[in-house]
């Protein structure tokens, strides 16, 4: 089977493993609004015609897929279509390297219509084909030597970098919030815990948003669960993770914002009542 064959880690509120497999085509940034999202199909639903589209937050070696709003899938079509015809605006996206992702979890997406997937998957294969070709070096005895100098070197850096592990971390702005409620609908405190990333430029890229609600007793907390209540209270939005031996529910959200300044950002969570402490991550 062609295309960027991935596992289903999880996709229900109980952690249930989804046997089905995932061609993953092409993952992009929308540089506009710095939004991620995923291209991809089922590998049993190639006959059906059905292609996906998800918000994506990135998570080591997999991606949780979030579905997306009307006025994204104007602008992700328009991605597809340049995509199939090799003339993507490196100014407008920018292709994500799916090479170390391996698992999915699949929150939710929005399926369409579509009669070009073997060209979809026919392109990620070319696509990558063409970038290995370009890294292997030709096998001639005349390049012997160099390879042999280009393997001393490699070997000098890695023991300068492994004494030397900063030299390529770099720093970028972070800021970590907390604030705790009440919820009058459910009756319940939580707390919401929102980590904002940003890039080299102080821009937003990346904002995930968990709150943890606290039942006090085991029966209202196995009530809620048995009886999907979620589904109720907070009308399908994020992921939902249950946890028995805290009597917890963890909602987690990959949040937007209108604005992206770091600035901003800040001022705002604390304007929303949020204790916010600033930090750093490496790239």
């Known amino acids: 089977m062609n295309g960027k064959i991935l596992k289903i880690s999880s996709n229900d509120l109980y952690g249930n493993v989804d046997d089905r497999l995932v061609s993953l085509f092409v993952a992009f940034t929308h ?3 710095m939004n991620k999202y995923a291209i991809f199909t089922f590998t049993n639903e190639y006959n059906k015609n059905k292609l996906y589209y998800a918000s994506i937050h990135l998570k ?3 991606i949780v897929t979030f579905g997306i709003r009307d006025d994204e899938k104007e602008y992700i079509e328009k991605f597809v279509n340049d995509y199939l ?3 993507v605006d490196p100014n407008e996206y920018e292709i994500i390297d799916i090479s170390n992702i391996t698992k999915v979890e699949l929150v939710s997406s929005t399926s369409v219509d579509f009669d070009k997937l073997m060209e979809l998957d026919k392109l990620s294969i070319q696509r990558i084909n ?3 070709d370009e890294e292997l070096p030709a096998k001639k005895p005349i390049f012997l030597y160099i390879l042999l100098i280009i393997l001393f070197l490699m070997l000098a850096g ?6 030397n592990p900063d030299v390529l971390s770099i720093p970028l702005k972070k800021i970590d919030c907390v604030m705790s409620e009440y919820d009058k609908k459910i009756d319940l405190p939580y707390q919401s815990e929102v980590t904002i990333k940003f890039n080299k430029n102080d821009e937003l890229i990346e904002m995930l948003k968990v709150n943890t609600y606290t039942f006090k007793e085991s029966e209202a907390y196995y009530s809620f669960k048995e009886n999907n209540q979620e589904s109720e209270y907070f009308q399908g939005e994020g992921a939902y993770k249950y946890n ?3 009597l917890t529910l963890k909602i ?3 949040d937007k914002l209108v604005i992206y300044k770091y600035d ?3 001022r705002y969570m604390k304007k929303e009542g949020y204790s916010c402490v600033e930090g750093v991550y490496n790239e």
Request: aromatic share 14%; charged share 40%.
């Open 85 to 87: 015809n090799a003339k």
């Open 252 to 254: 987690i959200y990959d």
């Open 31 to 33: 540089k506009k609004y």
């Open 60 to 62: 080591e070696n997999s």
């Open 158 to 163: 890695v023991v300068y970098l492994h004494f």
């Open 264 to 266: 901003e950002i800040l």
């Open 244 to 246: 028995d031996d805290e």
């Open 130 to 132: 063409d970038k290995v």
